[in-house]
């Protein structure tokens, strides 16, 4: 009989430390959940802001170019001034 009281504290034990490891495992899991949401949020901010960036930087390359072509035409009327002199 004492052997089988042994057994059992023994068998209640191990399923209090199995509870315990599982309880634990289950906060962790929680935590990487949440870590994802984040990190996942975070991304869609970075990919948003990547894309108004690229925007914005195709329209800084249209006007550059757009100015260099102002600038090549006020160069030829000043080489047509020059030689005109």
């Not at 996942?40 to 757009?66: P, T």
């Amino acid at each position: 009989m004492r052997q089988l009281l042994t057994e059992r504290d023994h068998l209640v034990a191990l399923v209090n430390s199995k509870h315990q490891e599982a309880l634990v495992f289950q906060q962790e899991a929680q935590k990487a959940s949440e870590a994802l949401e984040r990190d996942a949020a975070e991304n869609s901010n970075l990919q948003i802001r990547f894309g108004n960036l690229v925007h914005d930087y195709d329209q800084l390359e249209m006007k550059l170019a757009s100015t260099r072509r102002e600038l090549a035409g006020f160069k030829e009327a000043l080489n047509h001034l020059e030689v005109g002199c």
